[in-house]
T-cell receptor
Framework: NAGVTQTPKFQVLKTGQSMTLQCAQDMNHEYMSWYRQDPGMGLRLIHYSVGAGITDQGEVPNGYNVSRSTTEDFPLRLLSAAPSQTSVYFC?????????????FGPGTRLTVL | DQQVKQNSPSLSVQEGRISILNCDYTNSMFDYFLWYKKYPAEGPTFLISISSIKDKNEDGRFTVFLNKSAKHLSLHIVPSQPGDSAVYFCAALRRWNTDKRIFGTGTRLQVFP
């Protein structure tokens, strides 16, 4: 199993550009989430999905769109990038059941918006 | 409004000694807590968790203690090893909505020989 994969690893955008951060998992997990990590802020939840076709907002959803057409993929779209979206983005997935409720994280995408 | 706080941004411990990482929370509705470990350029990995019905959970060298009255949890690593050097995040959630978990700001642990 590859686990959770994210592409690209690094990206530089200009203000106003759009792009999609890709996330895929091969563990057949129903639950997937997107986080951003900023210095001194920890990880903050952007959007999450409890299954194909179902998404919901997290703490900081503004400026981001998501969709979940398959169990495996959960892309994050930036419609019009802003410097405030410069961050490291992590995708995570977890199985439906399990005492630990543990999430499996991807390696992250480092995004810089100029 | 930081609901989960890790007030020590960094900690330095000698190899073989105990590392104690602390986490405080403000929302008494949180009923499940987790610790994650993160190496540079990697995603966080789950380390250990504890339910609010317990006050201690142990897994090898790692033990998490929960003090509900003080809204405080701590992670003990005994003995500390150089490979434990990483950033540690605590997270809190409510079991009915397990995807809305709140993370602390992290503590960077350095274990030196």
């Amino acid at each position: 199993n590859a686990g959770v994969t994210q592409t690209p690893k690094f990206q530089v955008l200009k203000t106003g550009q759009s792009m999609t951060l890709q996330c895929a998992q091969d563990m057949n997990h129903e639950y997937m989430s997107w986080y951003r990590q900023d210095p001194g802020m920890g990880l903050r939840l952007i959007h999450y999905s409890v299954g194909a076709g179902i998404t919901d907002q997290g703490e900081v959803p503004n400026g981001y769109n998501v969709s979940r057409s398959t169990t495996e993929d959960f892309p994050l779209r930036l419609l019009s990038a802003a410097p405030s979206q410069t961050s490291v983005y992590f995708c995570a997935s977890r199985p439906t059941s399990g005492e630990g409720n543990e999430q499996f994280f991807g390696p992250g995408t480092r995004l810089t918006v100029l | 409004d930081q609901q989960v706080k890790q007030n020590s941004p960094s900690l330095s411990v000698q190899e073989g000694r105990i590392s104690i990482l602390n986490c405080d929370y403000t929302n008494s509705m949180f009923d499940y807590f987790l610790w994650y470990k993160k190496y540079p350029a990697e995603g966080p990995t789950f380390l250990i968790s504890i339910s609010s019905i317990k006050d201690k959970n142990e897994d090898g060298r790692f033990t998490v203690f929960l003090n509900k009255s003080a809204k405080h949890l701590s992670l003990h690593i005994v003995p500390s090893q150089p490979g434990d050097s990483a950033v540690y995040f605590c997270a809190a959630l409510r079991r009915w909505n397990t995807d809305k978990r709140i993370f602390g700001t992290g503590t960077r642990l350095q274990v030196f020989p």
